[in-house]
């Protein structure tokens, strides 16, 4: 999954792609480097950042939307906003992604009753306070549980389970120690029996772990994607689309 961030203050490229032209260039380059899908977002969610008015992410990511859709790959929209999801599926999106685990009844509401994929995220508050101090007796067994209840929820709602996908959300009100932890517990949250998407590209833990700048964590987050992968991932969330396909071809070569 190639990351598009159509926002002004993404920690990971620091707005680039902040402007249409320049996201759909991006979002080309990333179908050429091999991504087998596109997530589009228009707020970004690192630690201590504010919401985006649905409004303001749609002007964004519409664009965008419209210009990749017609690509030949599946395009995510990666947003906590109902109205932003409504506008997204009905440009033609084919997931949404939501980093809040669409733990709001208007989420539910404007997902459940159409065809696209899910993506339930776990998060620990919000962006802005999500990093003050969180604390888990368990953090795999709690992080599982809480995934389990909200496709649970979604399920009753009528979503399908071939639509789910779960992610421990690493970086999302955790410690170094809590994203270790789930990185090496992914096989509990496999047990759930859902495809794992797991993002740890350029992440703060891969500068606690190396002392490394966003800029010069490559090599860190390609350690921790194989790590991913090997416990279960099925779907690594990458900026590095060309360098990730290339350790994962090379992997995967010993591996069968």
């Not at 421990?168 to 009100?173: D, H, L, S, T, V």
């Amino acid at each position: 999954m190639g990351v598009v961030n159509v926002t002004p203050d993404s920690f990971s490229d620091g707005g680039r792609y902040s402007d249409a032209d320049a996201a759909i260039a991006h979002a080309r380059t990333l179908l050429a480097e091999g991504a087998d899908l596109l997530d589009i977002g228009g707020e970004s969610t690192r630690p201590g950042a504010t919401r985006v008015p649905a409004g303001q992410q749609l002007q964004r990511i519409l664009p965008v939307i419209e210009a990749m859709r017609d690509c030949g790959r599946p395009i995510s929209v990666d947003t906590r906003e109902p109205e932003v999801m409504r506008s997204a599926i009905d440009a033609g999106v084919d997931m949404i992604n939501d980093v809040a685990g669409f733990r709001s009844q208007a989420a539910v509401a404007a997902v459940a009753g159409t065809r696209v994929g899910l993506c339930v995220m776990h998060m620990r508050g919000d962006p802005l306070t999500m990093q003050g101090e969180p604390r888990y007796q368990d953090v795999v067994a709690e992080v599982a549980q809480w995934l389990s209840g909200r496709c649970g929820e979604l399920r009753q709602a009528g979503v399908a389970a071939q639509r789910l996908v779960i992610d421990p959300g690493i970086g999302f009100g955790k410690t170094q120690e809590d994203n270790v932890r789930l990185l090496r517990g992914l096989p509990q949250l496999a047990a759930l029996g859902l495809p794992i998407l797991v993002g740890v590209s350029r992440k703060s833990l891969i500068g606690q772990l190396t002392g490394r700048p966003v800029g010069e964590r490559l090599p860190g987050s390609l350690a921790a994607m194989l790590a991913a992968v090997a416990r279960g991932a099925r779907i690594v969330r990458v900026h590095d689309v060309a360098a990730t396909r290339d350790a994962l071809a090379v992997w995967n070569s010993i591996e069968e």
